[in-house]
């Protein structure tokens, strides 16, 4: 089972809303008992259909362990992109 804090869903609905209509993606940080509990932002570029993180700023950190993304469109489902970079990261 993953637990996320509350606070990291509603800066992550926060994030979307303040890049709609672009895409917004950041990573995924948990503390020492593998709670999600910070949303990490690193240099990224936001398109209407697609986002791109900038790896080069990604700190080096056991404690990121994902990454998340909005969809601004009607399809929830992940392109071959999005599957892309999910392995690479």
């Known amino acids: ?3 996320i804090k509350e606070a990291v869903i509603e800066s992550i609905i926060l994030a979307a809303r303040n890049t709609f209509p672009d895409e917004f993606l950041s990573l995924l940080g948990t503390d020492e008992k593998g709670i999600i509990v910070e949303l990490v932002v690193v240099p990224a570029i936001y398109g209407k259909t697609f986002s791109s993180i900038q790896t080069q700023f990604i700190p080096f950190d056991r404690r990121i362990i994902g990454s998340v993304h909005s969809h601004p469109s ?3 489902r992940p392109s071959s992109g999005d599957l892309r970079v ?3 990261l």
């Open 1 to 3: 089972m993953i637990e």
């Open 74 to 76: 009607a399809s929830n």
């Open 86 to 88: 999910f392995s690479s």
